[in-house]
């Protein structure tokens, strides 16, 4: 967990904070994973959170995650626009 806040601009005296918390558990058979994460400076604001999954097999590891990105305040017109997806899977 931490939060942290830093000045964006020195001309307006405008701050940024950016919080997040993040962890993990090993249930022998799987360790899951979490983040989450709030950036801010003034009404913008951006979300970010992560989820994933470890699952040792043998001599593998199968691994999944699945992400997303939330941004507001930018440009209200196209809110829409402003978020994002990712999904990962893969064996090492």
């Not at 307006?12 to 904070?17: I, L, P, R």
């Not at 058979?29 to 992560?50: E, P």
């Not at 992400?67 to 930018?74: A, I, L």
Request: include cysteine; charged fraction near 15%; proline fraction near 2%.
């Amino acid at each position: 967990m931490a939060y942290g806040k830093t000045q964006v601009y020195e001309a307006t005296n405008t701050y940024g904070a950016n919080s997040n918390i993040g962890g993990s558990w090993n249930f022998g058979f799987m360790t899951l994973s979490g983040f989450y994460q709030q950036i801010k400076v003034d009404a913008d604001k951006q979300n970010n959170w992560y989820l994933g999954a470890l699952a040792p097999i043998g001599d593998w590891q199968l691994r999944a995650s699945c992400g997303h990105v939330d941004r507001s305040g930018m440009n209200p017109a196209n809110i829409e626009g402003q978020k994002a997806w990712q999904f990962a899977a893969g064996a090492v």
